[in-house]
C-alpha cells in the first residue's frame, strides 16, 4: 500500500474506513486529527474502533493520520489489546506514542508458586545472615590473636583488672547455680540408671555409667549451658548498655581500643574460668550421683571412690577440660559479638540479647558433638 503525506490541518475530523483492496486483505484506514478534543466529539467512532480491532486479520494503515496525540494513541493501544497489530503502517513520529507501552510490557509468565518462592526466599536471607555472622566472629577471632600477639611483645599493657573482674563475674558467682544443677542432674541420671540396673543385676555398672558420662560429657556441658545463659547474656547487655549510653564513642575517642579492654579480657577470663567450672560441675554431679547410688544400690561411697579411677580414664579428664577451654572462647565471643551489633535502642539491646543466649548455646552442643566424633576411641577403658 503507497504511503501518503496528509498536511496537518486543525479543522479535519477524525475518520476510520475499511478499505477492501484487490488482494482481498481487508485494512482499517485512519485519517484526520486524531486528539481528544475530536474524540470527544465523535463517541461512535470510540465504539467503532472497539468494534473492528475485535478482528485480528484486519491491517491497519494509519500514514494519512494530521495529527495524534497520547490519549487517542492510548484508546487505539487498549482497543488492540495492548499490542501492536502485524503490518501496522505508521509514521515515525507516530510509533514513538506506542513505542513506549510496548517496552513497557511484561511476558506474561505463569505467577510462581507463592510458598516456594517465599521458602526460597527466607532460605536466601538465612544463608546470608550465616555467612555474615560466620565472617564477624572470624574477624572477631583474628582481631583476638593481633591482641594476644602485641600483648606477648608488651606484657605490661595486660588489662589484668578486667581479666580477674570478669573471673569472679563469670566464674566464681556462677558457682553456686552449677552446683546445684550438676547435684540434681547427678541424682537423677543415678536414679534413673539404678532402675535399669537392678533388672539385669548390673547395680556395680553405675560407677561407669555416672563416671564416663559426667566427666566426659555432662560436666562440661551443663556449665557451658548455664554459663552461657547466665554470663553470656550479661557480657552482651553490658557491651549493649554501653553502646546506648554511647561509652563506645567515647573508649574510641580516646583511642581506646575496643577489642583490648572489652573482648580480650572476656574472652582470656572465660577460657580459664570454664575448665574450672567444669570440674566443680562435675564434682558435685558425682557427689549427688554418689548419694543417690548409696541410698538405692546401697553402693558405699568409699567403693564408688576405689572404682572410679578404675572405670574412668585420666584422658577423659582432659577432654572434657579440653573442651571446656573451648567453651568458653565460643561464648565469650560470641557474647561480644552480638554485643557490638547492638543499636542504641532497648528492642534491639533485648533482641540481641536473646540472639546470642540461643547461638552461644546451640554452637556449645554443636562443639561438644565434633569432639565426641573426633575422639570416638580416646579415653574408653
Not at 554511647?246 to 580459664?272: C, F, Q, W, Y
Not at 541410698?295 to 580414664?313: A, E, G, H, N
Not at 533482641?351 to 573426633?374: C, G, K, Q, R, W
Amino acid at each position: 500500500m503507497p504511503l501518503t503525506d496528509t498536511p496537518a490541518n486543525p479543522d479535519s475530523p477524525p475518520s476510520l474506513e475499511i478499505l477492501q483492496p484487490a488482494n482481498g486483505q481487508a485494512c482499517a484506514t485512519l485519517s484526520g486529527n486524531w486528539t481528544l478534543s475530536q474524540l470527544t466529539t465523535a463517541p461512535e467512532l470510540q465504539a467503532k474502533i472497539k468494534s473492528v480491532a475485535t478482528d485480528k486479520t484486519l491491517q491497519w494503515n494509519m500514514n494519512a493520520l494530521a495529527m495524534l496525540d497520547n490519549a487517542s494513541a492510548l484508546m487505539l493501544w487498549q482497543a488492540w489489546g495492548e499490542q501492536i497489530p502485524a503490518g501496522l503502517l505508521i509514521r515515525p513520529e507516530h510509533q514513538k506514542l506506542f513505542d513506549r507501552w510496548q517496552a513497557q510490557q511484561l511476558p506474561k509468565t505463569p505467577p510462581p508458586n507463592a510458598a516456594i518462592s517465599r521458602f526460597l526466599d527466607a532460605l536466601q536471607t538465612t544463608l546470608k545472615s550465616f555467612y555474615e555472622q560466620v565472617l564477624a566472629l572470624l574477624t572477631l577471632l583474628g582481631q583476638l590473636a593481633l591482641d594476644i600477639g602485641y600483648l606477648i611483645v608488651h606484657p605490661t599493657e595486660i588489662p589484668w583488672a578486667e581479666i580477674s573482674g570478669t573471673i569472679y563475674e563469670s566464674g566464681v558467682r556462677a558457682l553456686g547455680i552449677t552446683a546445684l544443677v550438676g547435684f540434681l542432674i547427678g541424682i537423677v541420671l543415678s536414679y534413673l540408671s539404678a532402675l535399669q540396673l537392678k533388672i539385669f543385676g548390673a547395680e556395680i555398672y553405675i560407677i561407669d555409667i555416672l563416671g564416663l558420662s559426667i566427666i566426659r560429657e555432662l560436666g562440661p556441658l551443663l556449665a557451658a549451658i548455664l554459663v552461657a545463659g547466665r554470663s553470656g547474656s550479661a557480657m552482651t547487655a553490658q557491651i549493649g548498655i554501653m553502646r546506648v549510653t554511647e561509652e563506645l564513642d567515647a573508649l574510641s575517642a580516646m583511642g581506646i581500643a575496643h577489642s583490648m579492654r572489652l573482648i580480650l579480657p572476656k574472652v582470656t577470663a572465660l577460657t580459664i574460668s570454664m575448665p574450672l567450672l567444669s570440674i566443680w560441675t562435675s564434682t558435685t554431679a558425682l557427689i549427688g550421683g554418689m548419694y543417690s547410688a548409696q541410698t538405692t544400690l546401697d553402693i558405699s561411697y568409699q567403693q564408688f571412690f576405689l572404682k572410679l579411677p578404675d572405670v574412668v580414664p585420666i584422658a577423659n579428664v582432659f577432654i572434657g577440660l579440653g573442651k571446656s577451654a573451648v567453651f568458653g572462647l565460643m561464648i565469650a565471643l560470641i557474647a561480644c559479638h552480638f554485643g557490638f551489633r547492638i543499636k542504641p535502642n532497648t528492642e534491639s539491646l533485648g533482641n540481641e540479647t536473646t540472639n546470642s543466649v540461643v547461638v552461644a548455646i546451640t554452637v556449645v552442643i554443636m562443639i561438644d558433638a565434633i569432639f565426641a566424633i573426633l575422639f570416638m576411641g580416646v579415653g574408653m577403658p
